[in-house]
């Protein structure tokens, strides 16, 4: 008996011993059964596995279609076939070669998550309202993790804007009673993937990469920001609420100091220049019938910044890394919609590749890409457009850049034939560009410009105005977080200061603005603005799935337009000017015949339509017809 518990101790110590000697690294760390993209290309990284010169599996359902030794001696490329009837566990690699004994590596095969389209990955629409975090600087719910020891950057310095702050994904999770108090159904945070990068030197001075943009590791979430672990802790609470989680993908760059740039598989996967070479940043170079083909190289090929290695996705291997990260994402932590950076700087075929895949494998999952243009073509040209153009886009919707400048200058130019609210009519006008307009996600300021607060100078009324369009008008509004009670920045040290810490999530907060006592009344009253505007709107089908109708602006800079579905009517009011306007009602009887009333979703006060309305100085007002 004695000599087979001490035979079973030993075997016991063995496997253990086995299971920990396996040091290879998996990109994707593991895949799933009874997925579409069922051709999985594993990435094995292992000191010397370049040696070998064939790789066998003998799991059921699972086989080895080729395998390619790379160019770096530690990787190589395994591509598996997983049949439909391939069940959860784990495939034996075996690796071999003249002369080496066999390696055996196993690489992990497990059940897909249940709910697809129910329970996860069920997009983002108008009917939402989206909610944009940059989790460093929202809420600290784990001061542990704020330094990880073996990161090349370890500072955490609220007082430095351009340092770590040490907010992370369970201050967002704690907070999410506060955003759905507001009316907030969807939470976009800036890339929580890992960004293991030391500081780098930018144009305004040095950088952490707190941002979230630099990433070096796939597969990780940041530790910071509590890991992997924390991430689907996240969705869960979302989804247990009835909310959205969106992850930000970063499809065009790594972080130098990412494997594929610094051990670099094959070098085509980055593109690389006799010397450096920036992007031009032009996305007219890509529809332009007269511009060079040399132009267009340098938009997509050339890097954002010397210390972000452009990644070439016209190499299948990067291409397929991309691809399969993203869905792996999706399916393991039960994101519901994505959100690219940069992503007119892309290729534009593996664009169109990498969206086939997500909504074969995810029908009811969206997209909405980064598409910094300066007209409604360029932002149109990304997305599902009625344009002739040379190559035809297949994403859904874009962040509506073009809707942000319109906005603003509605509420803050001179009324003008093509200046304030003639040109927010003027760029709605173009909307005729657009498959679907409503898959726009539309903003009044985000995390690469001035906060809206600080466009508008602190003016009460314009910011009434902001976010009454922002809330009223066609598209998927986003809120940037903050602006729901008026945070403000200044320029110091670039966009640090436009990212500033939300007043009461972190330790030492002498203010806390998540409670109605820590705010001033003046935040109060525009925090309970937002909160009135985007509550009814989350149950008002004319605000966000009905067909707009709008009137040319006139009377000084008066711009009517409403909202219909159905029986509702929703009428918005618009008064640029500095002065109070009588509008006239009768040019809007098309819109408003069979109702007597207008009910300001507001303040409750009822308005009849019969004759005018006397409509205040810098005023929308926003009526529910009945």
Not at 492 to 516: C, E, H, I, L, Y
Request: hydrophobic letters at 35%; proline letters at 5%; aromatic letters at 12%.
């Amino acid at each position: 008996m004695m000599l087979r518990i001490a035979l079973l101790s030993l075997l016991t110590v063995w496997a253990l011993t086995r299971i920990k000697a396996q040091s290879a690294t998996f990109y994707p760390t593991h895949w799933f059964t009874g997925m579409k993209w069922n051709k999985v290309q594993v990435m094995v990284h292992e000191p010397g596995i370049g040696r070998y010169s064939s790789v066998v599996t003998s799991m059921p359902g699972v086989k080895v279609a080729s395998s390619t030794k790379t160019e770096h001696p530690d990787y190589y490329v395994v591509n598996l076939v997983i049949s439909p009837a391939a069940k959860p566990g784990t495939v034996n690699l075996t690796f071999k070669g003249s002369g080496l004994a066999a390696k055996n590596l196993r690489f992990p095969l497990k059940a897909r998550r249940a709910g697809n389209g129910t329970q996860f990955a069920q997009g983002v629409t108008s009917k939402d309202l989206v909610y944009l975090i940059m989790p460093d600087r929202f809420a600290n719910g784990d001061p542990t993790n704020d330094r990880i020891a073996g990161y090349k950057d370890t500072i955490c310095d609220r007082q430095n804007p351009s340092a770590h702050h040490g907010g992370d994904i369970k201050g967002v999770m704690n907070h999410l009673p506060y955003l759905q108090e507001l009316g907030v159904t969807s939470v976009w945070m800036c890339p929580v993937t890992e960004n293991d990068m030391p500081w780098k030197q930018e144009p305004a001075g040095a950088i952490s990469g707190y941002h979230g943009y630099w990433i070096t590791n796939h597969y990780q979430i940041d530790k910071r920001y509590g890991g992997n672990d924390a991430y689907k802790q996240l969705t869960n609470a979302a989804h247990a609420r009835g909310m959205k989680v969106i992850q930000d993908a970063v499809y065009n760059h790594i972080g130098d100091e990412h494997f594929i740039y610094k051990d670099a598989p094959f070098k085509d996967m980055i593109n690389r220049w006799p010397t450096y070479t920036g992007s031009n940043h032009r996305e007219e170079t890509f529809y332009s019938p007269y511009i060079s083909a040399a132009d267009k190289k340098v938009m997509i090929e050339g890097w954002f910044t010397p210390h972000l290695p452009d990644l070439n996705l016209r190499n299948p291997y990067t291409a397929n890394f991309i691809i399969q990260n993203t869905i792996w994402c999706t399916e393991e932590f039960g994101v519901d919609a994505w959100r690219v950076d940069t992503y007119k700087y892309c290729d534009e075929q593996f664009l169109n590749n990498i969206n086939n895949a997500l909504l074969a494998e995810y029908p009811k999952l969206t997209v909405f890409g980064e598409a910094w243009c300066n007209s409604v073509p360029g932002s149109a040209y990304f997305v599902r457009n009625n344009m002739k153009v040379p190559f035809k886009h297949n994403l859904l919707g874009t962040t509506d850049f073009p809707m942000q400048g319109a906005m603003l200058a509605a509420i803050t130019e001179d009324y003008g034939w093509t200046n304030g609210a003639n040109k927010l009519m003027g760029i709605l006008a173009q909307d005729a560009l657009y498959e679907d307009p409503s898959r726009n996600c539309i903003f009044l300021d985000n995390h690469d410009m001035d906060r809206f607060m600080t466009m508008i100078n602190g003016d009460l009324n314009k910011y009434k105005m902001g976010i009454a369009l922002l809330l009223t008008m066609r598209g998927i509004p986003q809120i940037y977080y903050g602006t729901e009670i008026g945070m403000v920045n200044d320029n110091v040290q670039g966009d640090g200061k436009k990212r500033n810490d939300f007043p009461g999530g972190f330790a030492g907060d002498t203010q806390n603005k998540f409670t109605a006592a820590g705010r001033s009344a003046q935040e109060n009253e525009l925090y309970d603005y937002v909160k009135a505007l985007a509550n009814f709107r989350k149950s008002s089908p004319a605000l966000t799935i009905g067909s707009t109708h709008d009137f040319l602006p006139t009377n000084g800079g008066v711009y009517v337009y409403a909202r219909k579905h159905g029986t509702q009517t929703v009428l918005c009011i618009l008064n640029t000017a500095k002065t109070e306007k009588e509008v006239d009602m009768q040019p809007y009887q098309s819109v408003t015949e069979g109702f007597t009333k207008g009910l300001d979703v507001v303040n409750k006060t009822s308005y009849p339509l019969q004759n005018s309305l006397t409509i205040p100085a810098q005023t929308l007002r926003v009526l529910s017809l009945q």
